[in-house]
């Protein structure tokens, strides 16, 4: 029921009610303003999910601080135009952020993995090194790479749609970006998923990381 009633939010407050406002206020007071308002709604209830998670980890600060981010993009742009194109330069940085985390060993996915399974009660530190283990840590680069594909085929399309229609494509990119959202979750929780399922498959992970904590101590 929960997820029932995210998806209806994530419908009406990414989807409908910008859509709704960008075409009602568009003429009145100008594109640029328009997009810049028909944002409101996501960002409110981007704010209402963070504060539901009732705790700052980094799966909060990634949400917040690319809220932050993208909202002073989209003000400091000056222009419609130039609002979406800052849209895509910044999907474009985030993707390489992620595939950043892979190379350097700190896949972005395993920490937000972290975060959910500390939620659940089990103690970060152990779970940590559980992720770790390379038979589950090259499931979590994979996940990474999926959230840098989500990002580089949601800018790569809005660059497509920015030549060929201009301005016109921000509503085509808002539809666009969530249909790309869901596609692209339902793979990334599979992916979390599937971690789930070695763990529980494979006891002997669990029982070496016990003996490894146990002798460090």
């Known amino acids: 029921m929960k997820d029932q009633k995210f998806i209806m939010l994530d419908l009406v407050c990414y989807v409908i009610f910008p859509l ?39 799966f909060g600060i990634y949400i917040l601080s690319t809220l932050v981010i993208g909202t002073l993009l989209d003000v400091l742009a000056g222009s419609a135009l130039q609002l979406l194109w800052n849209s895509v330069i910044f999907a474009y940085v985030l993707a390489g952020i992620f595939l950043m985390s892979i190379l350097i060993k700190k896949p972005i996915s395993l920490y937000f993995a972290l975060d959910f399974t500390e939620l659940q009660g089990y103690n970060r530190p152990f779970t940590k090194r559980l992720f770790y283990k390379k038979k589950l840590l090259s499931i979590f680069n994979w996940i990474a790479v999926a959230f840098a594909v989500q990002d580089v085929l949601l800018a790569s399309i809005k660059v497509w749609l920015i030549i060929e229609y201009g301005v016109e494509a921000f509503d085509k990119g808002i539809i666009l970006r969530q249909v790309l959202n869901w596609g692209i979750a339902f793979l990334i929780m599979g992916g979390f998923f599937y971690v789930g399922k070695i763990i529980k498959e494979t006891p002997e992970l669990v029982d070496e990381v016990k003996e490894e904590m146990k002798a460090e101590k």
């Open 20 to 58: 709704a406002v960008w075409h009602l206020t568009r003429e009145p007071i100008g594109d640029y303003y328009a997009m810049l308002l028909s944002s409101v709604p996501g960002i409110i209830y981007t704010v209402y999910r963070f504060m539901a998670l009732k705790k700052v980890n980094v």
